[in-house]
């Protein structure tokens, strides 16, 4: 790495891995709201007709996107702490 300083080195290296993270996060809560909207009603427990207690609704979608805005804030603090003597040029 001839003429590249260690701190823009490790910033890049930092921010690949990141956004590969950032990416499986976001596809990940992507397909959690598909599958929510997709799954439809749920089947009905019996073929008799019997028709046990209703079960419990799915998620609504403030709550799994709060909640992927939490999982994201989290993983941003975890990443910002766990790279944070790498911010004064240190290295590993």
Do not use: C, I, N
């Not at 397909?31 to 028709?51: C, I, N």
């Not at 909640?67 to 004064?88: F, H, I, P």
Request: glycine residues 12%.
């Amino acid at each position: 790495m001839q003429g590249l300083p260690a701190r823009t080195a490790a910033s890049a290296g930092r921010a690949g891995s990141g956004a590969v993270v950032l990416a499986g996060v976001v596809t990940g809560l992507l397909a959690a709201v598909v599958a929510r909207f997709a799954s439809g009603p749920p089947l009905p427990y019996f073929a008799d007709g019997w028709h046990p207690p209703a079960p419990p609704e799915p998620l609504p979608p403030l709550t799994l996107l709060a909640t992927g805005a939490v999982v994201l804030l989290l993983l941003a603090l975890v990443w910002r702490v766990a790279t944070a003597g790498d911010a004064e040029g240190k290295t590993r």
